[in-house]
């Protein structure tokens, strides 16, 4: 059975009359990577502060070890907390910087630079121990940072946004990194981001903050291939998810959708995870599920035109207008199309995701 080492029980903050978190419920398996997904103001900062100890909930608890610390100072919660700022002391080394929370442990001498030795070997950061933060690039100051809250053994790591300042490759090399520091040293980390590629990337579980509350908790590919509603669909995915009105409606025992003009036979499996009352429904469809056919022949082929094109090297995104409606698809590499130009699709329906237009609820399969 695996231990649960944080837990977070129906945590809700108030700053004010803004309700900032909403009955946040939350376990984190010891050795586990979670990542909080979230877009700024969803409340992945104001989570990690209060597990810290930084911030005091307004209801709720926090559990570290079996043990209730909601209301036990900061510094006595053995947690390490790492901020997109890369805060180091300017007017030290980088061995300094690294040793300093063992310096204020008064850790001997020598049992300081065999551990700050072990981390810069993981870390990679030795040719840069005796020189100042000024120079450093951004990739090196993170590591620093990232060194200086390893090097005590905290209990575990909350990681506010640390990759946001750096520019795009910086990034995938250091979450890489990161991910094999978190495997191999068994550590537990909380990780906070707005960028679900990095949470897909990165994540043993993704926990999904929207508006403050979760909406959900699942594996990487589980959180893309069902997400609970409407809203995680949207956030999770690039090109964004499409998201249009449809219409169910069953004849002679087979279920049809209708969207815009068109009428498209449902698969079997799909009819039966419907409820059998639901008729107006919002129909999800990712863009790499609708795809460029040589000619509209079968019954979930169809004719569009194409209204916008975004070239993006690997992929490009076509935006097409089918049956009066407006669709994002990928292609492979870079394509050449037209405004007005005629492309036969074919619509992969049993991909297809169904929400409740009143509540956002995925209902269905």
Same mark, same amino acid.
């Given at each position: 059975?695996?231990?649960?080492?944080?837990?977070?029980?129906?945590?809700?903050? *108030?700053?004010?009359?803004?309700?900032? !978190?909403?009955?946040?419920? !939350?376990?984190?398996?010891?050795?586990?990577?979670?990542? @909080? @997904?979230?877009?700024?103001?969803?409340?992945?900062?104001?989570?990690?502060?209060?597990?810290?100890?930084?911030?005091?909930?307004?209801?709720?608890?926090?559990?570290?070890?079996?043990?209730?610390?909601?209301?036990?100072?900061?510094?006595?919660?053995?947690?390490?907390?790492?901020?997109?700022?890369?805060?180091?002391?300017?007017?030290? &080394?980088?061995?300094?910087?690294?040793?300093?929370?063992?310096?204020?442990?008064?850790?001997?001498?020598?049992?300081?630079?065999?551990?700050?030795?072990?981390?810069?070997?993981? @870390?990679?950061?030795?040719?840069?121990?005796?020189?100042?933060? +000024?120079?450093?690039?951004?990739?090196?100051?993170?590591?620093?940072?990232?060194?200086?809250?390893?090097?005590?053994?905290?209990?575990?790591?909350?990681?506010?946004?640390?990759?946001?300042?750096?520019?795009?490759?910086?990034?995938?090399?250091?979450?890489?990194?990161?991910?094999?520091?978190?495997?191999?040293?068994?550590? &537990?980390?909380?990780?906070?981001?707005?960028?679900?590629?990095?949470?897909?990337?990165?994540?043993? &579980?993704?926990?999904?903050? !929207?508006?403050?509350?979760?909406?959900?908790?699942?594996?990487?590919?589980?959180?893309?291939?069902?997400?609970?509603?409407?809203?995680?669909?949207?956030?999770?995915? *690039? /090109?964004?998810?499409?998201?249009?009105?449809?219409?169910?409606?069953?004849?002679?025992?087979?279920?049809? !959708?209708?969207?815009?003009?068109?009428?498209?036979?449902? /698969?079997?499996?799909?009819?039966?995870?419907? /409820? +059998?009352?639901?008729?107006?429904?919002?129909?999800?469809?990712?863009?790499?599920?609708?795809?460029?056919?040589?000619?509209?022949?079968?019954?979930?082929?169809?004719?569009?035109?194409?209204?916008?094109?975004?070239?993006?090297?690997?992929?490009?995104?076509?935006?097409?207008?089918?049956?009066?409606?407006?669709?994002?698809?990928?292609?492979?590499?870079?394509?050449?199309?037209?405004?007005?130009?005629?492309?036969?699709?074919?619509?992969?329906?049993?991909?297809?995701?169904?929400?409740?237009?009143?509540?956002?609820?995925?209902?269905?399969?």
């Amino acid at each position: 059975m695996v231990e649960t080492l944080l837990e977070l029980r129906s945590i809700s903050k *108030n700053f004010g009359a803004v309700q900032a !978190l909403r009955e946040l419920s !939350l376990e984190v398996p010891r050795g586990s990577l979670i990542v @909080l @997904l979230g877009p700024a103001g969803a409340g992945k900062t104001t989570t990690l502060r209060i597990v810290a100890g930084l911030e005091a909930p307004t209801s709720g608890e926090v559990w570290v070890e079996g043990q209730n610390f909601t209301k036990l100072q900061p510094n006595r919660r053995d947690i390490a907390m790492i901020f997109d700022n890369l805060a180091l002391y300017p007017n030290k &080394t980088g061995y300094e910087n690294v040793a300093s929370p063992l310096r204020l442990a008064r850790m001997p001498k020598a049992d300081i630079k065999k551990r700050v030795d072990e981390i810069a070997g993981l @870390l990679k950061i030795g040719h840069i121990l005796g020189r100042l933060p +000024a120079t450093f690039s951004g990739g090196e100051r993170q590591r620093v940072a990232l060194g200086r809250a390893m090097v005590r053994e905290p209990r575990f790591y909350l990681l506010d946004e640390p990759l946001s300042s750096l520019d795009f490759m910086l990034r995938i090399e250091l979450r890489t990194e990161l991910k094999r520091l978190q495997r191999d040293l068994g550590r &537990t980390f909380v990780f906070a981001t707005p960028d679900y590629t990095e949470a897909l990337a990165l994540a043993d &579980t993704v926990c999904v903050l !929207l508006e403050g509350e979760v909406r959900q908790i699942a594996k990487a590919q589980e959180l893309y291939d069902e997400p609970a509603d409407r809203d995680v669909a949207r956030f999770v995915g *690039n /090109p964004k998810i499409n998201i249009v009105p449809g219409r169910l409606s069953r004849e002679n025992g087979q279920a049809s !959708l209708t969207i815009g003009s068109m009428v498209l036979p449902l /698969p079997d499996r799909m009819e039966h995870g419907l /409820p +059998a009352n639901l008729s107006e429904v919002e129909v999800g469809l990712r863009p790499e599920h609708v795809r460029i056919v040589a000619s509209a022949t079968e019954e979930t082929h169809r004719t569009g035109f194409v209204n916008d094109l975004e070239p993006l090297g690997v992929h490009t995104t076509v935006g097409i207008d089918l049956a009066g409606i407006n669709l994002a698809l990928t292609v492979a590499g870079v394509q050449e199309f037209n405004d007005g130009d005629r492309v036969d699709v074919q619509l992969d329906t049993e991909t297809l995701l169904f929400f409740d237009p009143i509540s956002g609820r995925r209902v269905g399969n």
